[in-house]
């Protein structure tokens, strides 16, 4: 019996430390996306410049913009205000929801093992609050000779992660995968990410 305890420890504290190892190093981001149209004839450098909706004219847009830039230089675009020949209007939505594995009966804390498409951990945790959260990116790329939108993206993705400075970028680099000819219909894109 004291064999058996003594085993169980030793594997629960092997367990532990390449669970935590496996936290230091990556996780996979996974996304939703689908695009609509393409630019077939889209020869890089290609410059462009923002374009704000009434509804985006506040700070969290600029940082937002600022998060995208980089995808998009490595897409083939060069920000160029003066003399654009696309706008791009980015924006993102966050929501925090309901983890799908929260017990609404359970308002107390526990112990337990939970293993889901994004994760495994052992711990304590509250069953209301463990956090969950749903996101969107999307993409629009409108030539400005025509004022005829050309290129449409979206990214979605649902997970536990807190750091939208990180996740974000990396929902716009899987948004943009396969441009300027993106496969039809949704598709699931991953991304590697520092943990």
């Known amino acids: 019996m004291k064999s058996s305890w003594i085993r169980w420890c ?20 996974d996304n939703t996306v689908q695009s609509f149209g393409q630019m ?10 923002f ?5 985006q004219e506040h700070v969290g847009q600029a940082q937002l913009e600022a998060l995208a830039d980089p995808i998009l230089y490595q897409a083939g675009f060069r920000r160029d205000d003066a003399n654009p020949r696309y706008s791009v209007t980015v ?10 594995w929260a017990d609404p009966w359970w308002n107390g804390w526990g112990w337990g ?29 409108r030539d400005l000779s025509s004022n005829r939108v050309v290129y ?3 990214a979605f993705n649902d997970g536990p992660w807190h750091n939208d400075a990180s ?4 929902m716009f680099q899987a948004a943009m995968e396969g441009f300027p000819v993106p496969p039809p219909g949704p598709r699931v894109v991953n991304i590697q990410m520092a943990g």
């Open 51 to 55: 374009e704000r909706l009434p509804s």
């Open 113 to 141: 093992y939970g293993y889901g498409r994004h994760f495994a951990s052992y711990g304590m945790w509250s069953g209301m609050d463990f956090p969950w959260f749903h996101r969107e990116v999307s993409v629009v790329i």
């Open 91 to 100: 924006n993102a939505s966050i929501a925090r929801v309901l983890s799908p």
């Open 167 to 170: 996740v974000l970028p990396a």
């Open 152 to 154: 449409e993206t979206r």
């Open 40 to 49: 077939a004839d889209f020869a890089a450098p290609a410059t462009y410049r």
């Open 10 to 29: 030793g594997w629960l504290v092997a367990a532990s430390a390449l669970w935590l190892s496996g936290c230091a190093t990556t996780f996979t981001l």
